[in-house]
Each structure stands twice: as structure tokens, then as C-alpha cells.
């Protein structure tokens, strides 16, 4: 089920029986699971109509908290919340999809997970018999929607280039973006309008946009802002590993041959997507093509050749210290 579709069964009540919330977008998945537990469960009454379980509860304990009626109450709530049903043992899984089945008219189950297993019989259950709903991290345009939505909220203003420079910079997970937004209204206190100056005070760059401003130091030719951002990398190493750095690397450079080749062949951006990773946004793709520009596709076609090898290089031992593979890359692509 769509989300807008979602949405609006929540809001007309009409609840289905059974949900099954996965993806990769925490937020969404609590925000989701906790509105229809707000909408069915009366804080008065939720000692006896919220089971809320974070670890699984043994076979008979969840088999009497889906048939217990509700107390004073036309629904109660059973929510299995990030327990890896999928991974629990087979006797388990066997007793919760026959139990899913079969589902008291006034019990609402609500499994949250970060991966399912589309081959399990849990899942085939869910399909058949509930609601299931992938939350991934929204569209740029959802994101918009979602940031001045949030600031508003706080009686404050951000202007449409700042919202800009949160989606294209920023980590895209709503969770922090939720926590850059407090902060940065926290600190504004009385003043109603953010600034850049404030919003650079708090958000921290994602390793997207890091490689994306070290990428741009490797085409315009500037070299000693590339081994300055390197250096600052080179700080944070648990957060910032250098076989990351040059994976990322990698896979940008692949992404500015894949942008240009599209565009130079013809071939619609939706082809093309696929191939550069899963939920690329448009504003990437064209990043990819104006750094790719003025780069012959000949040139990109030796460097990822290049950043092949020495990944195999690096996995193999060939090359001891990642950092190497880093430098060398610089040099290569100044070379070619």
C-alpha cells in the first residue's frame, strides 16, 4: 500500500487487521505504526489494550495477546516492533503465521522490520491477508514538503534554497533531519528566518556530498583543497575508513561515464538509474553531469578501469595501506 493511500484509511478508520511496516526509513515506519496506535488505543486503557513487544515473546505469551479481547474498547494493539520475526525460529514462525490467519475482528497487528524475507510464508500471509507498506526515504519533493512543513510548525522560515542545501547535502535519513531542524530552532530562538551562517553551524555533510566536493576538487584541478578535505577525512577514520573513501570515489566516477553516456547515446534518465543505485535522485544525476562535462568518456572509461584494479589490489593485500589507492587515484586522474 502507497502511503497517501495509507493515509487516508487512518484518517476514515478503516483499519485493516494486520500491518507489516519495512524499509529503509525508520521514521516513517514509527510514525505510521504509532498514528494507528493512537487512533485505536485510549491512553486511559493501554495497560490493557498496547502489547508492545521490542524482544519476541514466547509462543503462548503472543498467542494470548492476540485473543485477549479489548478492555472498554472497540480495538487493541498487538506491535511486534523491530523483532526479526522473519529470523525467529521455524516453531515460532509457524505458530505467527497460523495466528495471522486467523485474527480476532477486534485485534490490530502491526510487525515492524528493516528487511523481509519475500519468500517466507509470514510475508506471504501479510500479503494476503493485511497491509504491507515499503518506507523509504521520500521524494526530493516530499522532503520539501516534509522540511518547511516542519519548520512551520516551530513558527519559523527557511528559504527555499536552504530546504535545497538540506536535501542535497545532508544525510537523508529523516530522523536526523528531524534533529537538525530542532537544533537549528532551538538556536534561533525569537529570530523567525534561518540563515545559511546558522544551518552550516549544525548540519553535518553527508559522505554523498563529501565525495561529491572531493570529486569537484579532482575536475577543477584544485589540489590542494583535495588533499585538505582528504587530510580532514583522514581524522575521523572509524567514521571515514579510506576503503570507503575509495569505493565512494569509485562509484561516483562510474556514475559521472554512466550520466554522460545517457545523455551523449540518448538513453532515458529512468534506464539509467537502476544502475547508478537504488532511490538516486535527479539532482545527483545531473551533479554527475556537470562535474562529467568536460571529461572525455575515454578518460572515465581508464579511471574506472583503474579504480578495478586496485580495489582488487586492495582486497588482496597487494596494496597495504587504502590511503595509497586513494593518492594514487588523484594522481592518475590529473594525469590522464
Known sequence: MELKELNRTITEKQFSNLYVFYG??????????????????????????????????????????????????????????????????????????????????FTILIIRETAVDKRSAIW???????????????????????????????????????????LNEAEPNMYATINLIDTVCAYLQDTETVTEQVLNQFMQKSMQAVIFDLSEFLVTGQKEKAYQLLNQLKLTPSKTPPQMIFTLLSRHISGMYLAKVSQEERIPTAEIKPLLGKNVPDFVITKYLRQGKNIPISKLEQLIIFCSETDFKLKSGQISDPYLGIYTLFLKFWSL
Open 124 to 166: 506471504t500471509t501479510a500479503k494476503n491477508q493485511g497491509v504491507t507498506v515499503e518506507c523509504n526515504y521520500p521524494s526530493p519533493s516530499d522532503m520539501r514538503a516534509f522540511i518547511n512543513r516542519e519548520f512551520t510548525k516551530r513558527q519559523k522560515k527557511i528559504p527555499a534554497s536552504l530546504v535545497d542545501k538540506i
Open 24 to 105: 529503509e526509513e525508520d521514521y516513517l515506519k514509527e510514525f505510521y505504526a504509532n498514528r494507528i496506535i493512537q487512533s485505536v488505543v485510549d491512553e486511559n486503557f493501554a495497560c490493557f489494550n498496547l502489547f508492545h513487544y521490542q524482544n519476541l515473546p514466547d509462543k503462548q505469551e503472543l498467542r494470548n495477546a492476540l485473543e485477549q479481547p479489548p478492555m472498554m474498547a472497540e480495538y487493541k494493539v498487538v506491535y511486534l516492533n523491530q523483532t526479526d520475526v522473519m529470523k525467529a525460529p521455524a516453531d515460532f514462525r509457524d505458530a505467527l503465521t497460523e495466528q495471522m490467519k486467523n485474527l480476532a475482528p
